[in-house]
């Protein structure tokens, strides 16, 4: 199993690539987003500006500037609408593309924060479900990628992944 579940703030994590729950501006915002952009730094939203948004469910990479993680992987998660307008769909691939991203650039370790669970309104529960779920079948056809951390940035998201994952 290279599912392995870490409590913390996500922006301190040494590892080759974090992910950020972006907006589709990829400018900054609040939530995991502001506080990834504060730590990288302004020459993160210099960057992003080049890259021309980014499409729900779809991933870019970016380096990590100031931050412990080499690389950043944005990501667009789904706005909670009821669950009925393919929001388990696009979650799930903001994982697969995130996690095929990562692999491309020959990444060995990357970090996922809850996306879509904080300010997108989805469902904690049924959003650890897709995560893991679309992380196991990903990790199976990943080749570099050996290590994927979901980051539970409260005690009840933790206990939530460790009961999923069995631990
Ligand atoms: P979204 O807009 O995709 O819902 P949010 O940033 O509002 O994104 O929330 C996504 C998840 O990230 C929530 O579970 C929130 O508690 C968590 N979170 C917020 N800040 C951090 C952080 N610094 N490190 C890790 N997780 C965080």
Request: glycine share 12%.
């Amino acid at each position: 199993m290279k599912l392995a579940v870490w409590r913390g703030d996500i922006t301190r994590l040494e590892v080759d690539a974090i992910v950020n729950a972006a907006n589709t501006s990829l400018l900054g915002g609040g939530g995991v987003d502001g506080a990834i952009h504060r730590a990288a730094g302004p020459e993160l939203r210099d960057y992003c500006r080049n890259l021309g948004g980014c499409v729900v469910g779809e991933a870019k990479l970016t380096p990590g500037f100031r931050l412990p993680a080499r690389y950043i992987i944005h990501t667009v998660g789904p706005i909670w609408r009821g669950g009925a307008h393919g929001e388990p769909t696009q979650l799930a691939a903001c994982y697969r593309n995130s996690l095929a991203l990562a692999d491309s650039h020959e990444l060995a370790s990357i970090a996922f924060p809850a996306i879509s669970c904080g300010i997108y309104g989805y469902p904690a529960e049924q959003a650890a479900e897709v995560a893991v779920t679309a992380l196991q079948q990903a990790l199976d056809g990943a080749s570099h990628v050996r290590r994927v951390v979901l980051v539970a940035f409260s005690a009840e998201q933790e206990a939530l992944y460790r009961r999923l994952l069995g631990a």
